[in-house]
Antibody, heavy 119, light 109 residues
Framework: QVTLRESGPALVKPTQTLTLTCTFS??????????VSWIRQPPGKALEWLAR???????YYSTSLKTRLTISKDTSKNQVVLTMTNMDPVDTATYYC???????????WGQGTLVTVSS | QSVLTQPPSASGTPGQRVTISCSGS????????VYWYQQLPGTAPKLLIY???QRPSGVPDRFSGSKSGTSASLAISGLRSEDEADYYC??????????FGGGTKLTVL
């Protein structure tokens, strides 16, 4: 079955760089049409899409955050990594990874990881 | 301020039909698929509708989606108490950036 799991630090200091890893199983990111996205949700607020990486290594970023984000994949390890630079308290959120195949929506999500930005 | 606009709240009584709207523009909803997600408190979102009006297996046919021009709607018929949740529309824009609506909190009275 398909599973995704986010991992990374629960607490980061302002100005630091956040690195999150999405480890997945049950599908391959080398399958045509497959992609993995990162999505976040500040406490009590709406979902916000961050970035996406496709099976062919194409990458797409949120217009408002693109200067701070980098997404990459390691197909052999079944992992997708997101880095976000210059973290700020407003970046405090639950960060999710989710997969989509052939534009059929984000059908599988990780459980999310809460990242708090505080000194 | 989300690019996709949803009403912040909606409500209905058990058995009623409720619709939630999502308004966008020609560069997102107008030219790309619309998706709908349900989020129960403390859980990850769940896909309800993909490609405007398709239901994943396991999603009851009480949930339906439609799109017209730059707007879309989610309809829930035969409302049940367990439908009380936050609902989000989503779409890609022409530059393949993802977009979510601001979410609609559905209350079952």
């Amino acid at each position: 079955q398909v599973t995704l799991r986010e991992s990374g630090p629960a607490l980061v200091k302002p100005t630091q760089t956040l690195t999150l890893t999405c480890t997945f199983s049950g599908f391959s990111l080398s399958t045509s049409g497959m992609c993995v996205s990162w999505i976040r949700q500040p406490p009590g607020k709406a979902l916000e899409w961050l970035a996406r990486i496709d099976w062919d290594d194409d990458k797409y970023y949120s217009t408002s955050l693109k200067t701070r984000l980098t997404i990459s994949k390691d197909t052999s390890k079944n992992q997708v990594v997101l880095t976000m630079t210059n973290m700020d308290p407003v970046d405090t959120a639950t960060y999710y990874c989710a997969r989509m195949w052939e534009y059929r929506g984000f059908d599988y999500w990780g459980q999310g990881t809460l990242v708090t930005v505080s000194s | 301020q989300s690019v996709l606009t949803q009403p912040p709240s909606a409500s209905g009584t058990p058995g009623q039909r409720v619709t939630i709207s999502c308004s966008g523009s020609s560069s997102n909803i107008g030219s790309n698929y619309v998706y709908w997600y349900q989020q129960l408190p403390g859980t990850a979102p769940k896909l309800l509708i993909y490609r405007n009006n398709q239901r994943p297996s396991g999603v009851p046919d009480r949930f339906s989606g439609s799109k017209s021009g730059t707007s879309a709607s989610l309809a829930i018929s035969g409302l049940r108490s367990e439908d009380e949740a936050d609902y989000y529309c989503a779409a890609w824009d022409d530059s393949l950036s993802g977009l979510f609506g601001g979410g609609t909190k559905l209350t079952v009275l």
